[in-house]
């Protein structure tokens, strides 16, 4: 790869405590291309979502930094959105201000009428057109997560940053949300970085997958490229022997080389 669309250059974050200066990221390098989904996964407290916070420039990098389109970055911008575990939503607002809030941020040379319509047409594309006068407490966790979704993905990102998007959702809801985000993003091809803890979710949705070691000092241990053609069904991948072989060196990275903290599977 020449110039990466989007690099993580060497990435070191140290955090001062009362104990001292703790090392969290220790020299995390990885390029990523223009419309490639990849997952970041690892044990937990291993540094994921310190990592997402520096792509999306929420933290600082110590060392190193991150470079998008050949520009390095170190500040929040509409190029990068974070889609939340918790959703974020402003819960004064309803789902449709929740998405036009984003795009009247980010969008101000279009006129208000095509803002409003922009704001509509997401929420339509994740499905919840009927519910845009609602106010977030009025939405089951699914549907939140989807106007989060809409609201990110209104800005039209460079880099969709997914830390555990579907971590609060129950089982069901998980798999039809990854279903759905899957759909978008074979739709739009944004370029995404999502964290996880689920290998299943990392497999059927990444095109590959970055494993991190464990801190302290964590770094890319490993990354696995996800060779199933798309657009992907759940039931094709787990019909093919490669997800087998693909999902034991997964845990094998995690349990014999990488063992000890629980893992959220
Ligand atoms: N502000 C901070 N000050 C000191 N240490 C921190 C700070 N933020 C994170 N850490 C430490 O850095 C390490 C990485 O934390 P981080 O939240 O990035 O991990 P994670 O992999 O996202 O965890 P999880 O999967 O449980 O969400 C942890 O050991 C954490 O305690």
């Known amino acids: 790869m020449t110039q990466a669309f989007l690099e ?25 291309r223009e419309g490639e989904f990849v997952a970041i996964l690892g044990h937990s407290g291993c540094g994921k979502s310190t990592l997402l916070n520096i792509v999306a420039g929420l933290s600082d990098a110590t060392e190193g930094g991150v470079i ?29 201000e929740n998405v036009y809030l984003g795009v009247k941020a980010t969008r101000p040379s279009l006129s208000d009428t095509e803002r409003r319509a922009i704001a509509q047409q997401h929420l339509e594309l994740v ?7 609602k106010k977030p407490q009025e939405l ?53 970085l999502m964290v996880t803890h689920e290998i299943d979710e990392a497999i059927l949705m990444a095109d590959r997958i970055v494993m991190m070691t464990n801190g302290p000092a964590a770094t890319i241990g490993e990354v696995f490229e996800v060779h199933f053609p798309r657009p992907r069904s759940r039931s094709d991948i787990l019909e093919d022997p490669a997800y087998y072989t693909l999902r034991n060196q997964i845990l094998a990275f995690l349990y014999d080389r990488f063992g000890d903290p629980v893992l959220a599977e």
């Open 68 to 96: 998008l389109e050949g520009k390095h970055v170190d500040e929040p911008g509409p190029d990068r959105m974070m889609v939340f575990q918790n959703y974020a939503l402003l819960p004064w607002l309803t789902a449709f």
């Open 127 to 133: 499905g919840l057109a009927a519910k845009a006068a």
């Open 140 to 192: 089951s966790g699914g549907q939140k997560q989807r106007v989060a979704i809409a609201r990110a993905l209104a800005t039209r990102p460079k880099v969709l940053l997914l830390d555990e998007p579907f971590g609060a959702l129950d089982a069901l809801t998980r798999e039809e949300m990854q279903e759905e985000v899957l759909k978008i993003w074979e739709a739009n091809r944004t370029t995404v």
């Open 8 to 32: 993580l250059s060497f990435i070191t974050k140290t955090f001062a405590t009362t104990r001292g200066s703790f090392v969290a990221l220790k020299d995390v390098a990885l390029k990523v």
